[in-house]
């Protein structure tokens, strides 16, 4: 209780006042300012909210049911050469069928019979076997290529690093022997400008 009451003596009436005019002011601020969502949207111009407006959609032909898939032209209705896009269509279709009649199983017996009828089983298993030798064939020449260019690239770089040592020493040295130099050029000028 002792607490309580400490407490409530350390607050200050003008802490409590501040407090409460902040409060306030968002309040208000939120309470009062521009209109919120729940407004009706602006309209253009001076209309009221309840006259029809414009449709873009209108300015454009749209595809009006046909048929088919989807009961739609495949065609774009803007396109002006329908009737080419619907011969290349036409003459796809044909070819498709064309190929389901030349190499088309309409049964599982014929299929059976086309497959016996095919490449022997025994030779099938020798290209399967050539395919798989010469696949790991090419895998060894690759392997074999790839070591080899790594190696090659091995030396170059060693070879490479070693001119640089060479040169980094040689350009060392000659740094070495340019500072001794100026040094004792230094060291004469110094003990002349003593003397004089």
Same mark, same amino acid.
């Given at each position: 209780?002792?607490?309580?009451? %400490?407490?409530?003596?350390?607050?200050r009436?003008?802490k409590?006042v501040?407090?409460?005019l902040?409060g306030?002011?968002?309040?208000?601020?939120?309470?009062?300012?521009?209109?919120?969502?729940?407004?009706?949207?602006?309209?253009p111009g001076?209309?009221?909210?309840n006259?029809?407006?414009y449709?873009?959609?209108?300015?454009?032909?749209? %595809?009006?049911?046909?048929?088919?898939?989807?009961?739609f032209?495949?065609?774009?209705?803007r396109?002006?050469?329908e009737?080419?896009? %619907?011969?290349k269509?036409?003459?796809?279709?044909?070819?498709?069928q064309? %190929?389901?009649?030349?190499?088309?199983?309409n049964?599982?017996?014929?299929?059976?019979?086309?497959?016996?009828e095919?490449?022997?089983?025994?030779?099938?298993?020798?290209?399967?076997g050539?395919?798989?030798?010469?696949?790991?064939?090419?895998?060894?020449?690759?392997?074999v290529?790839?070591?080899?260019r790594?190696?090659?690239?091995?030396?170059?770089?060693?070879?490479?690093?070693?001119?640089?040592v060479?040169?980094?020493?040689?350009r060392?040295?000659?740094?070495a022997?340019?500072?001794?130099?100026?040094?004792?050029?230094?060291?004469?000028?110094?003990?002349?400008?003593?003397?004089d």
């Amino acid at each position: 209780m002792k607490k309580a009451m %400490n407490w409530l003596k350390n607050i200050r009436p003008l802490k409590v006042v501040t407090v409460f005019l902040a409060g306030m002011f968002l309040f208000m601020a939120q309470a009062c300012g521009a209109p919120g969502i729940a407004t009706q949207p602006p309209q253009p111009g001076d209309q009221a909210p309840n006259v029809e407006r414009y449709d873009a959609t209108k300015d454009y032909p749209l %595809n009006s049911p046909t048929g088919g898939i989807n009961n739609f032209s495949d065609v774009d209705p803007r396109a002006t050469d329908e009737k080419a896009a %619907n011969d290349k269509a036409e003459a796809l279709v044909k070819n498709a069928q064309k %190929n389901i009649d030349q190499k088309g199983v309409n049964s599982p017996g014929e299929y059976i019979r086309n497959f016996k009828e095919g490449t022997p089983l025994g030779q099938r298993g020798r290209n399967l076997g050539e395919d798989i030798g010469s696949s790991a064939e090419e895998l060894g020449k690759g392997l074999v290529k790839g070591t080899q260019r790594g190696i090659e690239n091995i030396k170059g770089n060693t070879q490479n690093a070693a001119e640089d040592v060479t040169t980094n020493v040689q350009r060392g040295a000659e740094d070495a022997g340019k500072n001794v130099k100026r040094t004792a050029e230094d060291a004469g000028k110094a003990v002349k400008n003593t003397v004089d």
